[in-house]
């Protein structure tokens, strides 16, 4: 669907992702991204920082959420995170699902580690704000 070719070329304009270099894939009601868990993600104690983590699960389940809603930009709310275990390198992937529809729209995130184990989840609520979809959010 051109609705999610353009959310995922809109994801990968956004400034702060030429820092994490992640892929996203967009479908109804899922989305799907995966980066490379480097050392300049990394905390003190060698893994990656909590806020990478935050970003992942929100960033999948906003993309999930987004991809019912094509007239304007979606805002999270409320986001919660669970964080399981510590990743310190590889390709992490977060999966994003749709859970309520409504307002507010509700998802839920799972992080993955290279080798396929749940290392976090979250879930928040999302609803539609006042920004248009359009070319000054690089939706193109």
Not at 8 to 22: Q, V
Not at 49 to 56: D, L, P, R
């Amino acid at each position: 669907m051109e609705h999610h070719r353009k959310l995922e070329r809109m994801y990968a304009a956004a400034p702060i992702n030429r820092f994490f270099k992640p892929s996203l894939r967009v479908d109804e009601g899922r989305a799907e991204l995966s980066f490379w868990v480097a050392d300049h993600l990394h905390h003190s104690a060698g893994a990656m920082h909590g806020s990478a983590c935050f970003k992942a699960l929100d960033d999948a389940a906003w993309f999930a959420v987004s991809s019912l809603v094509t007239e304007v930009f979606v805002l999270t709310t409320r986001f919660e995170v669970r964080l399981t275990r510590p990743v310190a390198y590889g390709t992490v992937r977060a999966v994003g699902e749709v859970t309520a529809r409504g307002e507010p729209i509700s998802a839920r995130a799972e992080l993955f580690d290279a080798q396929g184990r749940s290392v976090g989840t979250g879930e928040g609520d999302f609803v539609r704000g006042p920004v248009a979809l359009g070319p000054e959010v690089h939706y193109l």
